[in-house]
């Protein structure tokens, strides 16, 4: 996950209240968050809820998808598709890095 990286980390740290701003506004299917945007300091390609997850991606086109999630409520787990395993490492707070491998 080198795109992932500290100096990334820094930039997305920096914008953890912006982003948790969409997180909280964000809803299951919101089509307006499914595009490449600017948060903070940090462009992603997708912004979209799983649960009581929201998932800012990185990269992942052509690629297996990576980026940050806010999981306020628990610890995120690897449990929703058995052919996708899924890694996530705890930043700080509700925030946690995240990488699929298909």
């Known amino acids: 996950m080198a795109s ?5 980390d820094q930039r997305v ?3 953890f209240p912006e982003m948790e701003r969409v997180a909280r506004a964000t809803v ?3 089509r307006m968050r499914a595009r490449p945007q600017r ?5 992603f390609q997708n912004v979209h809820r799983e649960g009581d997850r929201v998932y800012f991606e990185v990269g992942g086109n052509g690629v297996d998808p990576y ?6 409520g628990r610890v995120p787990v690897d449990d929703s598709n058995p052919a996708v395993a899924s890694t996530f ?12 491998s298909y």
């Open 4 to 8: 992932c990286g500290y100096l990334t």
């Open 13 to 15: 740290i920096r914008s």
């Open 28 to 30: 299951p299917d919101d």
């Open 39 to 43: 948060i903070g300091e940090v462009e």
């Open 67 to 72: 980026g940050y999630v806010w999981s306020p």
């Open 89 to 100: 490492r705890h930043m700080q707070g509700p925030w946690y890095r995240w990488s699929d």
